[in-house]
């Protein structure tokens, strides 16, 4: 039992700071572009190679996990996500700032990767709903809590700021898994790692995210990326079918509860990763709010889901995942309809009842979801599966965002609305006779519409997974 709080204190720390990492550069972004002297789509790159390097190497590394075990790779990805965070928060330069996320995402794949699979082994069994109720905790409040602390920092401090603040917290955590996490798991000797089929998939991973976060989703090089995409995730297919030691064991999809829980994160995922973006460009650009108020706005938020996400988890030990999922879900597909009908003048009370709508729909969502497809797996493939979880979810987060700008482009065109973006004093000169913001508004709008619709069908699927 004592052990199951050691592993518990550890991963928290672990998750909650890769995945701070992942959303803190969101409402300072265009506070770093100008700093660093470069451009918007140089910008949504700084947050985009870090998702990027997590969503490519999850399979691969949960794979080896298995093979070799996890504590170990865990502790490596302490230490490389803290070096990372260090050399991000020197950089010069744009280009410099980009690779040094690069080797933060490196870090943080590792964490994710091994972070539930070494909660799942601790503890299998008996309360396993409640241990990942309290890691999905971590999970929410890492995401959540960057927009609001970027918005802090940055008013009082610098944007390095963002960054630095992770290395002493990660020094102590490389130290502290080190010297507390034991392995558990029975690393799986004697058989090989699929380098063709890690190196395919990642591969298609990456040029299926080139496509979909350069440039307009019409243009020719986007359309070639997502078509040779699709070619490679073929090739992949093929190879993992013919090998005798896949580096996805694809048998782990004719596990009802495993594959629907799984459609269900990737849905729910691109939408709400979506929100704080959306709600960013409504507060600063819309509103005209400075990034130190655009992220307290978001509290309400922060607040409602670690509040519920281990409630969630405990109840999900008692009645199952089924309910509480769906029930989640059409909960927060009714909380983004209720914030698509904001304007310039809605009262902030009223926006706070979408934001929390969305919150606790998501928090009772995540755990018990969370904790059936892990539990439905057999504990020499959780590497793998927790792999293949958080890659669905990473996938998701990447595609949030051009996904966002893409729906806008039925409202104001695709330059213009980086011009906008890119350049907040612009705004008034796009402002229209009706306040509609040359489209800028009603685009933002028609987005949370979207994305109401996509957690509907989210839970459709969460319902599908059966009794589990």
């Known amino acids: 039992m004592e052990y199951k709080w050691v592993v518990l204190t550890v991963t928290t720390v672990g998750i909650f700071m890769a995945t701070l990492d992942s959303s803190i550069l969101v409402v300072g972004l265009p506070q770093v572009v100008f700093a660093l002297n470069t451009n918007l ?77 070494i909660v799942t082994d601790a503890f299998a069994g008996e309360g396993l709903g409640k241990g990942i109720g309290i890691n999905q905790v971590a999970i929410n409040a890492g995401t959540i809590t960057g927009y609001t602390l970027s918005g802090i920092l940055i008013q009082f401090f610098t944007w390095r700021s963002i960054f630095l603040v992770n290395v002493p917290i990660g020094i102590f955590g490389t130290y502290w898994s080190r010297r507390r996490l034991k392995e558990i798991s029975q690393p799986m000797r004697g058989e090989k790692f699929d380098l063709l089929g890690a190196a395919s998939f990642s591969s298609s991973i990456t040029l299926l995210l080139l496509g979909l976060t350069i440039g307009s989703l019409t243009d020719t090089l986007n359309l070639v990326l997502v078509a040779s995409s699709g070619v490679l ?20 999809f004719r596990i009802r509860v495993f594959t629907a ?63 509480l999922s769906t029930l989640g879900l059409i909960t927060a597909a009714g909380g983004f309809f209720a914030l698509s009908r904001f304007d310039q003048s809605t009262p902030y009370s009223q926006i706070v009842v979408g934001l929390v709508l969305v919150g606790f729909g998501i928090g009772l969502f995540r755990s018990p979801n969370a ?89 459709v699927f969460s319902l599908l997974r059966g009794s589990a």
């Open 233 to 252: 995730m073929v090739f992949f297919f093929l190879v993992e079918r013919r090998t005798k030691f896949p580096v996805l064991d694809l048998s782990l």
């Open 261 to 323: 829980g799984n459609i269900a994160n990737l849905l729910s995922g691109l939408a709400f990763a979506g929100l704080a973006f959306i709600m960013t460009l409504y507060f600063q650009l819309v509103r005209g709010y400075d990034p130190l108020h655009a992220g307290i706005f978001l509290i309400p938020l922060d607040a409602t889901l670690i509040f519920i996400g281990p409630i969630s988890g405990t109840l999900s030990d008692k009645w199952g995942a089924r309910g």
């Open 41 to 117: 789509v140089v910008g949504v790159w700084f947050i985009t190679v870090y998702r990027l390097m997590i969503t490519v190497l999850l399979v691969g590394i949960g794979r080896i996990a298995d093979l070799y075990g996890r504590v170990r790779l865990y502790n490596l990805g302490f230490a490389i996500f803290t070096i990372g965070s260090f050399l991000s928060g020197v950089s010069m330069t744009a280009e410099e700032l980009l690779g040094f996320r690069l080797v933060q995402g490196v870090g943080a794949a590792l964490l994710f990767v091994n972070s539930v699979a």
């Open 371 to 459: 904790s059936s497809v892990m539990g439905s797996v057999p504990a020499s493939k959780r590497g793998i599966s927790s792999a293949v979880r958080v890659t669905i979810i990473n996938t998701s987060i990447v595609a949030s965002i051009p996904l966002v700008l893409a729906l806008m482009t039925a409202d104001v065109p695709y330059d213009k609305l980086l011009s906008i973006i890119g350049n907040p004093n612009l705004i008034m000169s796009v402002q229209t006779a009706n306040g509609s913001l040359g489209g800028f508004l009603p685009g933002l709008q028609h987005v949370l519409l979207v994305f109401s619709g996509i957690i509907l069908v989210s839970s």
